[in-house]
């Protein structure tokens, strides 16, 4: 098991830049596929985007791609979702997960989950 632990989260004008970061401990870190998902009010998890093991490959929601990126820094076991032109539409609870083996873009293949950061965007 890894434990997981977002930060970086807060309130935002529409059009600014956030950056989460997600600290993982409690196991080795290069055996996880990493991903974030995010839930907005009233609505499902969804995923966001999500990173192999060494960092070599990447996934994007259609929704983000273009304007999110995702990488991870295996030597402190972190992982991060650089967010920029940011929408009102982004305004969720952000999620980080982990999954041993390969990286994938369904929430149910993920075990291992953050508690969550709030990211709201004013319009």
């Known amino acids: 098991q890894v434990q997981l632990v977002e930060t970086g989260g807060g309130l935002v004008q529409a059009g600014g830049s956030l950056r989460l970061s997600c600290a993982a401990s409690g196991s080795t870190f290069t055996n996880y596929g990493m991903g974030w998902f995010r839930q907005a009010p009233g609505k499902q998890r969804e995923f966001v985007a999500s990173i192999s093991s060494s960092g070599g490959r990447t996934a994007y929601a259609d929704s983000v791609k273009g304007r999110f990126t995702i990488s991870r820094d295996n030597a402190k076991n972190t992982v991060h979702l650089q967010m920029s032109g940011l929408k009102a539409e982004d305004t969720a609870v952000y999620y980080c997960?982990?999954?041993?083996?390969?990286?994938?873009?369904?929430?149910?293949?993920?075990?291992?989950w953050g508690q969550g950061t709030q990211v709201t965007v004013s319009s």
């Open positions: 997960a982990a999954r041993r083996g390969v990286m994938s873009v369904f929430q149910s293949m993920y075990d291992n």
